[in-house]
């Protein structure tokens, strides 16, 4: 799963790596799952940043923050984590960005924060 990634990147000249993958379906071995999330992230970052990637975006969620009516309305990385832990989802997403979060100092690393939607449209 740590395939070394960093020969390809500097190989290829990459400034910008854009990391998206995310296990959102529970998995029968949560260990497994919360190694693929958290660590093969961590991977990825790791990587990035010792071949000298310049700008690193991570897609993360809003569920890291949790869903609280004390939330601002506005949601910013400074908002304090506090996602629901039974949740494997939002642990994951809130473990990956306080890891990024130590990485910051190192490289620009931007997460978009997004809601997860699913519609279904009944014409009849």
């Known amino acids: 799963m740590?395939?070394?990634i960093?020969?390809?990147l500097r190989a290829e000249e990459i400034d910008h790596l854009v990391h998206l993958?995310?296990?959102v379906q529970p998995m029968r071995n949560e260990t497994t799952m919360?190694?693929?999330?958290?660590e093969g992230t961590r991977h990825v970052l790791e990587e990035a940043l010792s071949a000298g990637v310049d700008h690193i975006t991570v897609l993360s969620s809003a569920t890291a923050y949790g869903a609280y009516p004390d939330n601002p309305l506005r949601l910013t990385e400074?908002?304090?984590?506090r996602a629901f832990c039974s949740f494997s989802h939002p642990r994951h997403k809130?473990?990956?960005e306080s890891r990024i979060a130590h990485l910051r100092v190192r490289a620009r690393i931007t997460c978009h924060l997004g809601a997860q939607m699913w519609c279904r449209w009944d014409t009849k």
Do not use: D, G, I
């Not at 919360?34 to 958290?38: A, F, I, L, T």
């Open 34 to 38: 919360e190694r693929s999330n958290v």
């Open 94 to 96: 809130a473990l990956v």
């Open 78 to 81: 400074k908002a304090p984590l």
């Open 21 to 23: 993958a995310f296990q």
């Open 6 to 8: 960093a020969p390809f």
């Open 2 to 4: 740590n395939a070394p």
